[in-house]
């Protein structure tokens, strides 16, 4: 299972990363997945937004996306699980700030050359089915490979502030959040709140969540 988890297909990734471009919308969650998916394609396949010297553009756009589609204090408190509620108002921002900037670092350069190559094609994604619960929602979909193989993406959503934003991703039963909790655990574990803040200023978290291998 730890190998499929760390395998190479970043395009998937790109779904994730990059869900957003119609930004958190107010309707059904279902409907902002697919419109913020396809979103994605478009960037990808506008002639003005393509080539290097266009690339600059596009991770400023990634960015932007990526902190109005994500509800990042929802993750962080999360991934930080019972230490969250140990640390102060000051300490919650550092942290929900810090973590942010270091999972971006980490991933919106390397999943803009990935999808830039890889989404010239637009991948078939089957929606499956959408589970709401008053503020939570999951949106189950299916990404078909070239070779009619399923991946299961999941959205976990949160409807605040009058929009959806995603706060986990689970792609094949492994969760985003989870990973990030396990990781951040044994850090604190074997050292201490502290270090954690340390390796996330130093951007040393590690890459602790890949997409899953498949074959295309």
Avoid at 85 to 101: S, V
Avoid at 109 to 137: F, S
């Amino acid at each position: 299972m730890q190998g499929k988890v760390r395998g190479g297909l970043i395009a998937l990734m790109s779904v994730i990363w990059l869900s957003g471009l119609s930004l958190a919308a107010s309707g059904a969650p279902t409907e902002f997945i697919r419109q913020t998916t396809d979103s994605i394609f478009r960037v990808f396949g506008e002639p003005h937004l393509q080539g290097a010297a266009q690339r600059e553009e596009r991770l400023a756009r990634l960015q932007y996306i990526a902190n109005t589609a994500f509800d990042w204090e929802e993750i962080a408190r999360r991934a930080l699980a019972m230490h969250w509620h140990e640390r102060t108002p000051q300490e919650r921002q550092e942290f929900a700030e810090l973590f942010r900037e270091a999972v971006q670092g980490m991933y919106l350069q390397r999943l803009e050359a990935a999808a830039h190559e890889r989404l010239r094609e637009k991948p078939a994604i089957r929606y499956v089915g959408e589970q709401v619960d008053g503020q939570r929602a999951m949106v189950r979909t299916a990404v078909v490979t070239t070779r009619r193989r399923e991946v299961p993406m999941d959205y976990r959503l949160r409807h605040a502030d009058g929009q959806w934003r995603v706060y986990d991703i689970v792609i094949m039963g492994v969760s985003l959040v989870n990973n990030y909790r396990i990781q951040f655990q044994r850090i604190i574990t074997q050292s201490s709140y502290e270090e954690l803040v340390r390796q996330l200023k130093a951007r040393q978290l590690g890459a602790v969540f890949e997409p899953p291998q498949t074959s295309r």
